[in-house]
């Protein structure tokens, strides 16, 4: 993101009529508005022969919490940037709040962005930088302070007012770059990868205050991320991408129970769910043929590796390598046929490398899929 940009947004702030103040973990106000519906329909974005996004239509209700996932080049930034008008789509509509936004400039569209690189100014002192949008759009001075105070008493900034980002922590920059979110009182919040310039327990920490903000603020958010431990934490919509299109869009706990496709299945759960292709006969390695029956060719089996349970019978499995993690330990086996299984087990289990093991599990856990096409056929 060139930092123009940034200031072309930073500008387009303060487009939303809302004027009440909220504190630290005051409720909002009965009547408030919260945030605005964002709709996309048949949204495409080339660049000569890429698709960047292909024909995408979705649709975020008010007040939702919208992650947009999907592994690097997926078109997520893209996606944001056309919601935000920084970009023109090649084709299709985007609405905001039920109004066509789609010819309108960034300033007109009441949407707040959140960067990557947070885009301060460095030579500016944290209360300058968050008003910085409000005064180049002529906010008049006590509507600026208002503001301000109200952000800083969200985000507990007080201290930090006179100092320069340089002199700030990654995570208070981030404070200051969701201040200048805050002070634009705009129902629709876009944040692109917000929180990956952090370590790992900032980043835990700024999640749940993100999400505690939307919550608090009743504003709409469109959050990019590829990490899938933050969209399963934040979202309540989660918005698989893959080479420009959408792969499922569904609340993240239905992603995780009833993956649309072996892409989705492998994206999500920690490590990925197991996709094994069955034998002609339907099984895997002979061990699962009393589970699926016959005539399952053509098919993978999904089966999440924290479903699987060591036991007398089952799928045989020789040990590769086992990770104890504290709360659990994952191992890594082969089957048979030289298919990779990983298994998640409760607790510390010690088994040797190549040791033999069999491992079971419920029918409900089991996941079918199309060989050929990747797509979810049934739970049987
Ligand atoms: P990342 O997580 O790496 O940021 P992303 O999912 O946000 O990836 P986009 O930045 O939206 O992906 O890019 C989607 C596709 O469009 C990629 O193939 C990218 O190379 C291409 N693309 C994006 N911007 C341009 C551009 N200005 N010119 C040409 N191709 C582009």
Not at 160 to 167: I, K, S, V, Y
Not at 205 to 229: C, F, K, N, P, W
Not at 324 to 342: E, N, P, R
Request: aromatic share 4%; net charge neutral; with cysteine.
């Amino acid at each position: 993101m060139e930092l123009s940009h940034a200031i072309g947004l930073v500008q387009s702030y303060g487009t939303g009529r809302r004027t009440y103040r909220v504190t630290m973990m005051e409720p909002l106000p009965a009547g408030v508005p919260g945030g605005a519906a964002v709709r996309l329909h048949g949204v495409s974005r080339h660049w000569g022969s890429v698709a960047a996004l292909d024909g995408v239509s979705l649709e975020v209700k008010a007040g939702t919490f919208c992650v947009l996932l999907g592994p690097s080049g997926c078109g997520k930034t893209t996606c944001l940037r056309i919601v935000a008008g920084l970009e023109q789509a090649s084709g299709g509509v985007i609405e905001i709040g039920g109004r066509d936004v789609t010819a309108l400039p960034p300033a007109a569209r009441g949407v707040a962005m959140v960067f990557q690189s947070y885009a301060l100014f460095p030579h500016l002192n944290v209360a300058e930088n968050i008003v910085f949008g409000l005064k180049a759009r002529s906010v008049p001075k006590a509507d600026r302070a208002r503001r301000l105070d109200r952000a800083v008493e969200i985000l507990g900034i007080g201290h930090l007012l006179a100092r320069r980002p340089g002199q700030l922590s990654g995570g208070q920059q981030q404070r200051v770059a969701l201040g200048r979110a805050i002070v634009a009182e705009a129902p629709v919040c876009l944040m692109d990868e917000p929180l990956s310039n952090l370590d790992a327990q900032l980043r835990a920490d700024m999640r749940r205050e993100i999400l505690a903000l939307q919550r608090r603020l009743g504003i709409t958010m469109l959050y990019v991320t590829h990490d899938q431990t933050e969209a399963m934490g934040m979202a309540d919509q989660v918005v698989l991408l893959r080479d420009g299109h959408i792969e499922q869009d569904a609340p993240p706990a239905e992603v995780y129970a009833a993956p649309a496709t072996t892409f989705a299945a492998s994206f999500i759960g920690t490590p990925p769910m197991n996709l094994l292709k069955l034998s002609e006969s339907g099984v895997i390695d002979g061990s699962v043929g009393p589970v699926l029956g016959p005539a399952r060719a053509g098919l993978v089996a999904g089966i999440r590796p924290e479903a699987l349970r060591l036991a007398a019978t089952g799928i045989a499995a020789r040990v590769t390598h086992g990770e104890y993690l504290g709360a659990d330990t994952v191992v890594a086996c082969t089957v048979a046929d030289g298919q990779t299984l990983l298994a998640r087990l409760p607790g510390r289990v010690g088994l040797a490398d190549n040791a033999a093991v069999k491992f079971e599990f419920d029918r409900a856990d089991l996941h079918l899929f199309d060989a050929g096409t990747g797509r979810r056929v049934s739970t049987v």
